[in-house]
């Protein structure tokens, strides 16, 4: 059974880059691709980006100049950057396997807090 | 963008009624939608894909139709472990989620 895991700060502050980490577990990271996927307090969910095992990337348009994807085959990890955070980027953010265009495993999400 | 609205916003309902849900795009996306349950706390769990197609594992129970711009998801008989936010999602074109239908007990 595929398990993923969100890692990282849960507070971080204006201005500054959020960075998160995804572990991958129970199956191979390679073959699939990645999503990020995020959730603001008591809102919907929006789709931030993907990365291809190989390291193509696609992001969210309204975030793309902001958001940097990347992967670590060999700690089967896939990552998230997301630079010059407001207030408005408090969320939980999830990671998913993408399979077929659509999501069919999901980690239980991280909430980071973007605050001074 | 493809908009996705989802209605209603809240339902109540009884361990055992039928429910319906719906989910409206903004354009065609033919078939090209899925359903994901989730419970506070956890992330989304894949019902159906496909509009219609149910995820291996998830219960005969939950069903969906549609294509083009309006899609339904429905659960035959609520079970107690069915209270939760139902969310749509196309990926027609980029990947973008409806706001959520939350089913509460009546």
């Known amino acids: 059974q595929v398990q993923l895991q969100e890692s990282g700060p849960g507070l971080v502050k204006p201005s500054e880059t959020l960075s998160l980490t995804c572990t991958v577990s129970?199956?191979?990271?390679?073959?699939?691709?990645w999503s990020w996927i995020r959730q603001p307090p008591g809102k919907g969910l929006e789709w931030i980006g993907y990365?291809?095992?190989?390291?193509?990337?696609s992001y969210n348009p309204s975030l793309k100049s902001r958001v940097t994807i990347s992967v670590d085959t060999s700690k089967n990890q896939f990552s998230l950057k997301l630079s010059s955070v407001t207030a408005a980027d408090t969320a939980v953010y999830y990671c998913?396997?993408?399979?077929?265009?659509?999501?069919?495993?999901w980690g239980q999400g991280t909430l980071v807090t973007v605050s001074s | 963008d493809i908009q996705m609205t989802q209605s209603p916003s809240t339902l109540s309902a009884s361990v055992g009624d039928r429910v319906t849900m719906t989910c409206r795009a903004s354009?065609?996306?033919?078939?090209?939608l899925a359903w994901y349950q989730q419970k506070p706390g956890k992330g989304p769990k894949l019902l159906i894909y496909?509009?219609?197609s149910l995820e291996s594992g998830v219960p005969s129970r939950f069903s969906g139709s549609g294509s083009g711009t309006e899609f339904t998801l429905t659960i035959s008989s609520l079970q107690p472990d069915d209270f939760a936010t139902y969310y749509c999602q196309q990926y027609n074109s980029y990947w973008t989620f409806g706001q959520g239908t939350k089913v509460e007990i009546k």
């Open positions: 990365i291809f095992y190989s390291g193509s990337t």
């Open positions: 496909k509009a219609s």
């Open positions: 998913a396997r993408m399979y077929n265009n659509y999501f069919d495993y």
């Open positions: 354009q065609s996306i033919s078939s090209w």
């Open positions: 129970g199956g191979s990271i390679s073959s699939y691709y």
